[in-house]
């Protein structure tokens, strides 16, 4: 639902990083980015630094 909001805004990007949480690995949710045709990205497991961009993003 916020995925489908912010694509309304903001455009259909090409990609997405996300950290490597459960809700972002489960099938329904590469079933929706494949849908929409967008390339995911996780960061690099237990590394601060490779998440750094998703990790500043929720401060925000």
Known sequence: ???IQAFSCLG???SLKTD???AYKSREF???L???GVEHK???PHSP???A??????LN
């Open 42 to 44: 996780t960061g690099i």
């Open 34 to 36: 494949q849908q929409w």
């Open 49 to 51: 630094t490779g998440q």
């Open 12 to 14: 259909i990007p090409k």
């Open 30 to 32: 590469c079933s929706f």
């Open 20 to 22: 490597n949480g459960p």
């Open 1 to 3: 639902k916020h995925l």
């Open 53 to 58: 961009i998703v990790e500043r993003a929720y």
